[in-house]
């Protein structure tokens, strides 16, 4: 059994850090958000994953190999040369899934979910679906796609960002599908195509069977900076389900080659990457530190997240800030 990973999204929402690093290689605790998908493919035998990319390929063709090679799977990508939407995405990887004949799963590249696939099939399978869409119940769904189900958990409606009097229900696309390998030629191939606005909708206009399984377990959606942070702090404290937490020295994560001088106190949760050097006397507080940043001497850093490649200098506070890759920040820089 194959899998899809659909990953061609520029990830506009999560910018300034998606402007240098494309949003599935970001990392979360220190590992690579695509490698969350691996591992949870993983764990139901999937151990070939087609990776749909648009945005910054040069990247993904540098990093998804290692990453693909140090956790034993094969993960070809299937490249787009311009922006196909979610619908186009899945049509662009048709060549690497003409010969399958049984159904196939497609996971969002922005989800961390520790989805239970063997049961998502067994029920795609139980009620002979055409296409099987995983949701989750959220407490705010204005933001989202809702799908409404009967009894039968047969989907009735699609409604995309629904307004006040629309919503109906909590229940919203989780980023999780199984599909029959002749969704293809429901698909054109001369356009962008968007599964959740286009082809969904006009597929209950035919009639096709599409059902929906609701997912308990953990899901976020790593689509923003403060979702990020949340993301990168439910991982080390275990709740995702998916790694143990390599590094971890209580309340804080370390990568590779990461220095802190004495004095460092960290308050809350913080995640420092790989090769980063902290000052004495710093405090990092609630705080995500990506690789290869420099934070020098007594400098207080709490509730953002400091990009790769980041040199603060002394006596900074720096706090509820998005900092890009490559900053400089000069001494005793102070919020206003």
């Not at 054109?188 to 059902?211: A, T």
């Not at 080390?236 to 994560?253: A, C, D, P, S, Y």
């Amino acid at each position: 059994m194959k899998a899809l990973l659909l990953s061609g999204g520029e990830g506009t929402r999560l910018r300034p850090f998606t402007l240098t690093t494309p949003k599935p290689l970001l990392p979360v605790a220190n590992i690579p958000l695509i490698s969350y998908q691996f591992e949870l493919l993983k764990r139901y035998g999937i151990n070939e994953v087609v990776v749909g990319v648009g945005y910054k390929t040069d990247y993904f063709k540098k990093t998804v190999g290692k990453i693909a090679k140090e956790m034993d799977i094969k993960a070809p990508l299937s490249i787009e040369n311009t922006p196909l939407g979610t619908g186009g995405g899945l049509r662009n990887a048709l060549p690497f899934f003409k010969k399958e004949k049984e159904p196939f799963i497609v996971l969002n590249g922005d989800v961390i979910a520790d989805f239970n696939l063997e049961k998502i099939l067994a029920f795609h399978k139980e009620k002979n679906a055409y296409i099987t869409i995983g949701l989750v119940r959220v407490n705010n769904p204005s933001s989202y796609g809702l799908v409404i189900t009967d009894l039968d958990m047969a989907v009735r409606k699609f409604i995309e960002k629904p307004q006040p009097q629309e919503i109906v229900c909590d229940t919203v696309n989780a980023g999780v599908y199984i599909f029959s390998p002749d969704i293809f030629s429901e698909l054109p191939s001369d356009r962008p195509v968007s599964l959740e606005r286009e082809v969904f909708p006009l597929l209950l206009e035919k009639g096709k069977g599409i059902y929906a399984y609701i997912h308990y377990g953990y899901w976020m959606d790593v689509g923003t900076v403060e979702k990020y942070r949340k993301a990168n702090f439910d991982a080390l404290e275990g709740k995702t389900g998916i790694f143990g937490r390599k590094g971890q020295r209580g309340n804080f994560i370390t990568g590779t080659g990461s220095v802190l001088k004495e004095g460092v106190e960290v308050k809350g949760r913080a995640v420092i990457g790989n090769n980063c050097f902290i000052g004495k006397g710093c405090v990092i507080e609630e705080s995500i530190i990506l690789d290869n940043t420099i934070i020098m001497d007594n400098c207080i850093i709490s509730s953002s997240v400091i990009g790769s490649d980041v040199l603060i200098e002394n006596n900074c506070v720096i706090k509820n800030i998005a900092l890009a890759d490559k900053s400089l920040v000069h001494p005793f820089t102070l919020p206003v």
